[in-house]
Each structure stands twice: as structure tokens, then as C-alpha cells.
């Protein structure tokens, strides 16, 4: 009877042993799951790869061929683990994850929310979205171009050189301005004339410059004009109204209208108009009597001699 009772010690012996055996009878099958999630990780890759190419064929919408693309992948992977777990003898744990997923997903929504809202927003953005890749958009203070779209973010690229990831429910549920929605954007600026220029001959002359430039948009719905914009402390205030093409948003908006106000400035003063400043005021106090200037030679000899 006392030989049947075994001492702690060979109790942990034999049990470790059972559990060597065991572990022994199940690791090929261990190893073959683990190929299986491997290859099942490559295939992912690969078909992902082919589909992406696809999707980008048959669709004109490149944010829509990434992101169906990676929802093929994470669906290939997750089958590539249950499949993996089935091999390995392992279906309870299997069924036990699905189980834990379905009665946790209420706890991960607490938990994950952020991540969740994005996920969500980024699935609504993915199918209904006002913007395009390499389209000029601005969501609250951010301005720049579209390059990806992600579960979680998108991708923006600004003009100066910053990349930005913003949250998709900051897309979803903020303004998002689309400054290339249609492929059209009007350019604007003021410019001054003196008062005792002609205001219609000055209209005239900017308008010429408008009419003539190759860059600038002219059809039945895009019209280009000059206005009357204000009556300043200095100047009669125009404002030039002109449409640009923007595909190329920053040539279009920036460096055409760089090009527009010189030559505008250029033609305003060769037909003689004035372009005056804003008149300043001199206040001289007690602690500046007085205020030091130079005066050109050419002033000064037409200025009277002083009589002794």
C-alpha cells in the first residue's frame, strides 16, 4: 500500500512526462498550423497584391482599390488563424475566440471607442466620401492634398510639405472643403487706383489681361470680370474676379495668381495710372521736436534759394 503512494517529487515527474508525451504526439501538428497561418499570411499578401491591381483596373477610384484591397488581406489572415487552430486539434479555442469576439464586442466598443468610430467612419468614407486621391481639400484648419485612405485615418499632404493623418470621424462629421471637386476655382485680388483715375478705363485694361491669358478659364459658366470693390482712405479699391483649372492646385491658385497681379500692376502703370499708398499721418510729441529726412539733389535745386 505504501508503495502506491507516490512522493510530490515523482508525482511532478510523472506529469511532466505525460505532458512531454502529449506535447510530443500534437507538435507536428502545432508545426503544420504554424505553416499554415504562415502561408496563409503570403497568399493574403499575394492575392491582395493581384486584387489591388484589379480593383485599380476596373475602378477609377484608387482610395477605393486600396482600401477594398486591405479588407481582402485582414479577411484572408483571420481565415488563415481559424483554419490554423482547427489543424492543430485546437477548435475550442476557435470557437471560444468567435464567442469571446461577439460577447466582448460590446466591452471593446467602451474600450476601443476611438478606434472603433474610426474603423466605422473609415468603412462609410471608404463607399460615400466628397473628395478623391490628389484631390485639395481642407478639414478644419488642415489644407492640403488627399494621398491615402486607411481603416483608422487619411492621409493629407500639404503644401508644405507635412503629412497629416487625421482621424476619419474628423472627416465623417467635420466640413471638408474640396477645392477640385470639379476641376474649376476662383482666383481673387484687389488692386487700388487713384480717385482721379478713370475707373472704367482702368476696368478695361485689367480685362485685356484676363482675355488674353491661355491659363484662365472662359466658357458660358465661368465668367471673368472687375469690379468696384470699395472706396478707400487712398485708392478705389477694384476686385479681379478670374477662374483657373486645378489640376494643378498650387500653379493654378498661387503662381498664376502671382503672375496675374504682376502683369496687372505692370499695365496699370505703363497707361499712366496711379497706384498710391495709404496716406500716413506725422505726429511729432514733445520728445521729438522734430524729425530728420533727406532730401535728392533734384528736389532740392528746385526748391528757392533762401533769401539772405
Known amino acids: 500500500m505504501l508503495a502506491l503512494i507516490q512522493s510530490p517529487t515523482e508525482t511532478i515527474q510523472n506529469s511532466l512526462e505525460t505532458y512531454y508525451e502529449e506535447f510530443l504526439k500534437v507538435l507536428p501538428r502545432i508545426a503544420l498550423a504554424i505553416l499554415v497561418i504562415i502561408l496563409g499570411v503570403l497568399l493574403a499578401q499575394l492575392l491582395t497584391n493581384f486584387y ?9 477610384d484608387p482610395l477605393m482599390s486600396r482600401f477594398l484591397a486591405q479588407a481582402v488581406k485582414i479577411v484572408l489572415i483571420i481565415i488563415a488563424i481559424m483554419l490554423a487552430l482547427r489543424i492543430a486539434g485546437l477548435d475550442g479555442i476557435a470557437t471560444g475566440l468567435l464567442t469571446a469576439v461577439g460577447g466582448g ?8 471607442q476611438d478606434i472603433g468610430k474610426n474603423f466605422l467612419a473609415g468603412v462609410i468614407l471608404a463607399f460615400n466620401r466628397p473628395f478623391n486621391i490628389n484631390d485639395t481639400i481642407k478639414v478644419d484648419d488642415i489644407f492640403g492634398k488627399v494621398k491615402a485612405l486607411s481603416f483608422r485615418y487619411s492621409h493629407i499632404k500639404t ?5 497629416i493623418y487625421i482621424p476619419n470621424s474628423d472627416v465623417l462629421t467635420k466640413p471638408v472643403e474640396n477645392y477640385t471637386a470639379d476641376g474649376f476655382y476662383r482666383v481673387d485680388f484687389t488692386v ?8 472704367e478705363a482702368a476696368k478695361k485694361v485689367i480685362q485685356e489681361i484676363l482675355d488674353r491669358n491661355a ?3 472662359r466658357d458660358e459658366f465661368h465668367e471673368n470680370f472687375v469690379i468696384e470693390d470699395e472706396l478707400a482712405a487712398s485708392t478705389v479699391n477694384l476686385k479681379v474676379f478670374f477662374w ?3 489640376v494643378d492646385y498650387r500653379r493654378a491658385s498661387r503662381v498664376l495668381r502671382g503672375l ?6 505692370e499695365a496699370l502703370a505703363a497707361n499712366d495710372f496711379n497706384l498710391p499708398s495709404d496716406v500716413v499721418e506725422l505726429k511729432l510729441y514733445k520728445n521729438t521736436p522734430e524729425i530728420p529726412f533727406k532730401m535728392s539733389k533734384e528736389v532740392q535745386s528746385e526748391l528757392p534759394e533762401k533769401e539772405d
Do not use: P
Open 260 to 265: 496675374i497681379i504682376k502683369e496687372v500692376k
Open 244 to 246: 483657373v483649372d486645378t
Open 192 to 199: 487700388g487706383i487713384g480717385y482721379e483715375d478713370d475707373i
Open 52 to 60: 489591388k491591381r484589379q480593383f485599380q483596373k476596373k475602378s477609377e
Open 215 to 217: 491659363e484662365i478659364i
Open 159 to 163: 503644401f508644405d510639405g507635412r503629412d
Open 105 to 112: 464586442a460590446i466591452i471593446l466598443g467602451f474600450a476601443f
